[in-house]
């Protein structure tokens, strides 16, 4: 009798930040660790009080106690100097909570998901064919993205992604857990081409301060030459470097 094949379920994971993003084109990895076949892949990071995320992980929870169960039985079944070296299963986190520097917790959480670029079909009529895949992109209005797009860290987005509600169980290591394989992503604020945000370079919100949107920028004087300022001087930078140039 064909053993049957495994039902994956698809879901939703709410609105995230995107962290390390290769979402268009696959990672290969790097000349140390190679990964031939590619993967495209994110980081999801979240606000752990975010209402919609803390329902996203009371939704998961029930299938993640289903899998411990499973590692449990699957880690009484190896043989006792396995069990005696690696003492108890252990579980890779769905959610891993992030920390600062100091490793106090920003109140953060990060997932990963991922899905294979390519690959050979290994069994079947079609064994040996090779395959190549990658997600499915749609814009904020539901639309798929056409043509070439650059999607950096820091865009947010809704993942699709998959998973095996009977998680997984290495018997080398004794882990455990729950892969979210990446199906589709739905782009909802795009960060490209290098934009980079004022926490990118560690500044916060000043009360009281500079507000762009609320500046107009004064009229020239159209009586000035293009060449000079308001004082008669000559708009060119000195030769040279500025003063103050070597603090740096």
């Known amino acids: 009798m064909a053993d049957k094949k495994t039902k994956y379920l698809k879901m939703n994971a709410p609105l995230a930040a995107f962290k390390y993003p290769k979402l268009v084109e696959p990672d290969y990895g790097s000349k140390d660790y190679p990964n031939p076949e590619g993967v495209y892949t994110t980081k999801l990071v979240w606000d752990e009080n975010d209402p919609k995320f803390v329902a996203f ?3 998961m929870e029930p299938f993640l106690a289903a899998v411990e169960k499973m590692a449990d039985v699957e880690f009484a079944k190896l043989k006792k100097p396995q069990r005696d070296k690696l003492g108890s299963p252990t579980c890779n986190d ?32 079609r064994a040996g064919k090779k395959w190549a895949r990658k997600p499915n992109l749609f814009d904020a209005l539901g639309r798929p993205i056409k043509g070439d797009i650059e999607i950096w860290g820091g865009t947010e987005g809704i993942v699709n992604f998959s998973f095996n509600p009977a998680g997984y169980f290495i018997p080398a ?23 980079a945000s004022a926490e990118s370079y560690g500044f916060g919100a000043q009360e009281g301060g500079f507000d762009a949107s609320q500046y107009d920028a004064p009229e020239k004087d159209g009586d000035m030459d293009d060449d000079e300022d308001s004082t008669g001087g000559d708009n060119h930078l000195p030769e040279g470097d500025p003063e103050g140039a070597t603090d740096f």
């Open 57 to 59: 992980r009371a939704k």
């Open 94 to 125: 769905m959610f891993v909570p992030l920390y600062n520097e100091d490793d106090t917790p920003t109140g953060q959480v990060e997932a990963k998901v991922s899905m294979k670029a390519s690959g050979v079909v290994k069994q079947g009529t």
């Open 173 to 195: 290591t004794g882990a455990f857990g729950i892969k979210m394989q990446l199906e589709a992503v739905q782009v909802v604020t795009l960060r490209a081409g290098g934009e």
